[in-house]
């Protein structure tokens, strides 16, 4: 492993990485004149730990130099191996939580810091890059897990595809935020489901959808969406059961019809989905097809996540 600068003593504080050095979590922060402040132009990552274990690093690296390149950005030549720094984040970090919790891994790279803006304090800009940890809030998905979330499909449309890729990751997300507040004011703790300009549901702002109907599995085509990480594991391990996956273009009627729903993400895996617009969908939770795909999960984990966020403190 390479060795990374230490900025200042450690603490009991959660350690974070910013552009070559490990600091404090509260002395990781960004000047306003850096492009991620002022633009949202950011792309990231978020994975979680596994009894305390970085969980596929490899896939989300990946996906996020998958989405630099995209957009034309690279990494410093100094940033070294993000991999890592992900593990002895990881290593530090997870001595400050118990037993039966875990991380949430963010790690995310902005255009810079705007030249323009900053008062003439620099004179050459590179990418910010940062990586930060936080306990996983299990105590906000039990609920869900207990009587499952409910969904809407607000007025707020997808991006469309011709504005960005939404192959990429990213955090220019102020639609999101807007989408889901509407969506609470009538669903309380609920989601938006966005629609693409199509009318065909797409995803969450967290998760991606599955829909199970007439004995086989369906997510919308990735063309639409973002390619999850989660997403790719479920349609594995689903068609390792024997299960035909299809991703095709979904309405709301689909939705609703469909005898089994839920949402999957690299932090919290797989989420049962009650409703859509108030329609309740099936008649169990987690429905069966749901809990085999849960349980098959957590088998090869070594976790049985569902416990883990049921036996959480609220």
């Known amino acids: 492993m390479r060795e990374i600068r230490m900025k200042s003593t450690p603490s009991l504080m959660p350690l974070a990485y910013l552009n070559g050095e490990l600091v404090t979590f509260n002395e990781a922060v960004l000047p306003v004149y850096d492009l991620g402040v002022m633009q949202g132009a950011t792309v990231t990552e978020r994975l979680r730990t596994v009894r305390h274990q970085p969980y596929l690093v490899k896939e989300h690296l990946d996906r996020l130099e ?11 030549q100094d940033a070294g191996p993000l991999t890592d ?8 970090n997870c001595n400050l939580i118990g037993p039966n919790e875990d991380l949430g891994i963010v790690v995310f790279v902005t255009a810079g810091q705007s030249l323009w803006d900053s008062n003439g304090l620099i004179e050459s800009s590179r990418p910010t890059v940062c990586i930060y940890t936080t306990p996983l ?13 409910s969904l809407a499909t607000p007025t707020i449309r997808q991006i469309p595809t011709t504005v960005i890729d939404p192959r990429i990751k990213h955090r220019s997300r102020l639609h999101w935020t ?9 669903y309380p703790g609920g989601a938006a489901l966005l629609l693409d300009q199509n009318g065909f549901v797409t995803e969450t702002s967290s998760g991606n959808l599955f829909i199970v109907k007439d004995g086989q599995l369906h997510t919308p085509r990735e063309e639409n969406t973002l390619g999850g990480i989660a997403q790719a594991q479920v349609i594995r391990l689903a068609e390792g059961r024997g299960w035909s ?15 089994e729903a839920f949402l999957t993400s690299s ?18 939770l987690p429905g069966p097809i749901t809990k085999m795909l849960i349980d098959t999960w957590g088998a090869e984990m070594g976790l049985d996540f569902e416990r883990q966020v049921l036996e959480a403190s609220s």
């Open 267 to 284: 932090t919290y895996c797989i989420l049962p989905v009650s409703h859509l617009n108030g329609v309740r969908i099936g008649t169990s």
């Open 245 to 259: 996956v299809h991703r095709s273009d979904l309405t709301v009627d689909d939705v609703t019809s469909s005898q």
């Open 178 to 186: 807007v989408a889901d507040q509407s969506v609470r004011k009538d």
């Open 66 to 76: 998958r989405s630099l390149k995209a957009i034309g950005w690279g990494l410093p």
């Open 85 to 92: 720094v992900i593990s002895e984040l990881a290593l530090i």
């Open 137 to 149: 809030p299990l105590q906000f998905w039990k609920a869900a897990y207990e009587t499952g979330i």
